[in-house]
């Protein structure tokens, strides 16, 4: 079946630092992929998308790049602010027919001043 | 933008209770979704539909039923609540693919369900 597999937390950084939260999924059709993000006290919201191989979901100051070859998705972001803190889920679902979201257990990001 | 409103952010229920969960959403999404969060095991899918009164299992169903009588309102009903079903509830919707792309869902807010 489809999964998904994301990186362990906690993550603690420090403000302006790089980040990269790693996914990686297995799908036996031809997926699309998302980044959902979950602020504290609230619902998660979507934060970036890619739909097929090679293209490139941002918002935010985030990126993640669909790569078919290594079925991977990672979340990057040149330098995370405070605000950042949340925590972030990985998600796949099989176009055409398939509605179901497959999450990854999520990864927890903490942003020290 | 679309709203997915659930009507409690936090409940307590004791055992054996029927508990009703309910999901109200404004932008006449066909696809709405339960699921269940709880730490390490992020998000599972309890129940899911895709029109009124129709109904999928999800991948963890025991336990569960659901109700869609109106398009825009999704209940989760817990016929006998037990503590191990103490979480974080999260419903969701999602409109038809526009010219054939995933946009995504949006998400409630979530109701924490706590069952003694």
């Known amino acids: 079946g489809d999964s998904v597999t994301q990186m362990e937390g906690p993550v603690t950084l420090s403000e302006e630092a790089f980040l990269t939260i790693n996914c990686t999924y297995t799908a036996t059709g031809y997926p699309s992929l998302f980044w959902y993000v979950q602020y504290p006290g609230e619902g998660l919201q979507l934060l970036l998308k890619?739909?097929?191989?090679?293209d490139k979901g941002s918002n935010k100051g985030f990126e993640a790049t669909y790569r078919k070859e290594t079925t991977s998705f990672h979340l990057e972001k040149g330098s995370v602010q405070v605000s950042d803190s949340a925590v972030y889920f990985c998600a796949l679902s099989v176009d055409f027919g398939n509605e179901k979201l497959t999450f990854g257990t999520g990864t927890r990001l903490t942003i020290i001043p | 933008d679309v709203k997915v409103t659930q009507s409690s952010r936090y409940l307590v229920k004791r055992t054996g209770e029927k508990v009703f969960l309910e999901c109200v959403q404004d932008m006449d999404h066909e696809n709405m979704f339960w699921y269940r969060q709880d730490p390490g095991l992020g998000l599972r899918l309890i129940y899911f539909s895709y029109d009124v009164k129709m109904k999928e299992k999800g991948d963890i169903p025991e336990g569960y039923s659901v109700s869609r009588e109106k398009k825009e309102r999704f209940s989760l009903i817990l016929e006998s609540a037990s503590t191990n079903q103490t979480s974080m509830y999260l419903c969701?919707?999602?409109?038809?693919?526009?010219?054939?792309?995933?946009?995504?869902?949006?998400f409630g807010s979530g109701t924490r369900l706590t069952v003694v």
């Open positions: 969701a919707s999602r409109g038809g693919d526009l010219g054939g792309v995933n946009y995504g869902y949006t």
């Open positions: 890619a739909t097929k191989a090679d």
